[in-house]
């Protein structure tokens, strides 16, 4: 069994910041990549941004500049520190991870999503 738990959603204002973190834990025996997506109303879902081998990154062009993505491998947690907020950043927020578990299944897994709302 893996889990990804994520924190740290919640409603601010334009202009201001949010970190989420994301934990996660059960039978892992590697992660190769852990990463953001989020999903606004009526929307695909989409890539926000990613990290390699816990040094590799990527980010969607609209949060570059804004966003930056953290990992502790040790710890099996990813972060994501969004500043200068915009109210289209409003959305859910999934953690992904691509790793392979103690069994030696690979797949991506998901969290349950943490709601980020950006509004005066």
């Known amino acids: 069994q893996v889990q990804l738990v994520e924190s740290g959603g919640g409603l601010v204002q334009p202009g201001g910041s949010l970190r989420l973190s994301c934990a996660a834990s059960?039978?892992?025996?590697?992660?190769?990549?852990m990463g953001w997506y989020r999903q606004a109303p009526g929307k695909q879902r989409e890539l926000v941004a990613a990290?390699?081998?816990?040094?590799?990154?990527n980010y969607a062009d609209s949060v570059k500049g804004r966003f930056a993505i953290s990992r502790d491998n040790a710890k099996n947690t990813v972060n994501l520190q969004m500043n200068s907020l915009k109210p289209e950043d409003t959305a859910v927020y999934y953690c992904?991870?691509?790793?392979?578990?103690?069994?030696?299944?690979?797949?991506?897994?998901w969290g349950q999503g943490t709601q980020v709302t950006v509004s005066s």
């Open positions: 992904n991870s691509d790793l392979t578990t103690s069994w030696g299944r690979r797949g991506d897994y």
């Open positions: 059960g039978s892992i025996f590697s992660i190769y990549s």
């Open positions: 990290i390699f081998s816990g040094v590799i990154t």
